[in-house]
């Protein structure tokens, strides 16, 4: 759709996110990867615009670890609004359906266990 915008008026949108890297849970731990939506709305004026925010899993090292829209830079920018919620998991590392699995509780430091 074609929108007509006024100088210095903000406009709303949704922007896609786009989810980058491989979680060490996922891949050493068998847990599942988990990302909730794949957009977020957002307002701000049109030179500010952007298509997508990229969320970076590779910090996702045990079991329900996650990303929220907190925790991206973006969320911080003063000049770009976010209108869904900033505690919205973007991705989160899940145990499977099965629980977690045995190797990996063997694994996992004290401090996952308590």
Same mark, same amino acid.
């Given at each position: ?6 100088? %210095? +008026?903000?406009?709303? !949108?949704? $922007? *896609? $996110?786009?989810? +980058? %890297? &491989?979680? /060490?849970?996922?891949?050493?731990? *068998?847990?599942?990867?988990?990302? /909730?939506? !794949? ?13 997508? $925010? !990229? =969320?970076?899993? !590779? *910090? &996702? ?18 000049? $770009?609004?976010? &209108?869904?919620?900033?505690?919205? =998991? &973007?991705?989160? #590392?899940?145990? /499977?359906? %099965? *629980?977690?699995?045995?190797? #990996?509780?063997?694994?996992? /430091? ?5």
């Amino acid at each position: 759709d074609l929108y007509q915008v006024t100088e %210095g +008026e903000k406009v709303t !949108t949704t $922007v *896609g $996110v786009i989810i +980058e %890297g &491989l979680a /060490p849970a996922v891949k050493l731990k *068998g847990a599942v990867l988990s990302t /909730p939506i !794949t957009h977020i709305e957002v307002r701000c004026l049109p030179r500010d615009l952007f298509h997508n $925010v !990229t =969320v970076d899993v !590779t *910090g &996702l090292e045990n079991f329900y670890d996650n990303v929220k829209i907190s925790d991206l830079a973006i969320a911080q920018d003063e000049k $770009v609004e976010i &209108l869904t919620s900033l505690n919205t =998991v &973007l991705a989160s #590392a899940n145990a /499977p359906k %099965g *629980g977690i699995p045995k190797e #990996a509780e063997e694994t996992a /430091p004290a401090a996952d266990a308590a």
